[in-house]
């Protein structure tokens, strides 16, 4: 769910500006798994930017505060939300850790880097949400840790169905400062795509594994 209506304009607005987000539905992009898309999301962008990186990182702090109450550590996704998350917990005055996709082979062995003790509560900072599969592979690492995990927060979700069924399932709260639906929105708003192209971009969101640029 996202923060608010809003936020979730105002966050669609400043990605779209910096590219962190870039709309192609004439010139699809490939993502690494294979799928055909016309979007594509690179929010650790925004670490080049002071100004939109300061509004992400209040924001997120800000409703960590009002939502969540005490929390003992701030926890980053390895590695996309390592830099937003050493943002978001220095605003806090929070300790920081990160988790790694898979245990270190070598040394400690470590897949939660950082100092954090059994028992404590983290929220976890997560930069984009495609199918929350990596995302919730971090929350099951912290929790087999004896962590408690109150929540997620992220910057953005592509919005896709099984997204919504893994967070379901895995009882993790999820927010966001914006999503795919109110991308579209404020992309329509501002001109950055015309209606024809919303309507494209709108198909893929519907079955992204199948979608073919038209």
Not at 52 to 62: F, L, P, Q, S, V
Not at 117 to 127: A, F
Request: aromatic fraction near 10%.
């Amino acid at each position: 769910m996202i923060f608010d209506k809003e936020t979730a304009k105002q966050t669609a607005e400043v990605l779209l500006q910096i590219n962190a987000i870039k709309l192609q539905p004439n010139e699809p992009f490939t993502w690494a798994s294979g799928w055909t898309s016309p979007i594509y999301c690179d929010n650790r962008i925004v670490l080049s930017f002071p100004p939109i990186r300061n509004y992400i990182r209040e924001t997120m702090a800000k409703h960590i505060e009002a939502h969540y109450g005490k929390v003992d550590v701030i926890a980053g996704v390895a590695t996309g939300a390592i830099g937003i998350g050493i943002l978001v917990a220095e605003y806090l005055g929070l300790p920081f850790v990160y988790v790694r996709p898979e245990a270190k082979s070598h040394g400690r062995q470590n897949q939660i880097e950082g100092y954090i003790e059994s028992g404590q509560n983290v929220v976890v900072i997560e930069d984009l949400i495609s199918t929350g599969k990596s995302s919730l592979n971090a929350v099951k690492a912290l929790e087999e840790a004896n962590i408690k995990v109150k929540g997620m927060v992220a910057i953005f979700s592509y919005g896709f169905e099984v997204a919504k069924k893994n967070f379901e399932t895995a009882e993790v709260e999820l927010y966001t400062l914006s999503n795919y639906e109110n991308l579209l929105e404020q992309a329509l708003e501002t001109m950055y795509i015309n209606s024809k192209e919303q309507e494209v971009l709108a198909h893929w969101n519907e079955n992204p594994s199948e979608w073919n640029a038209i």
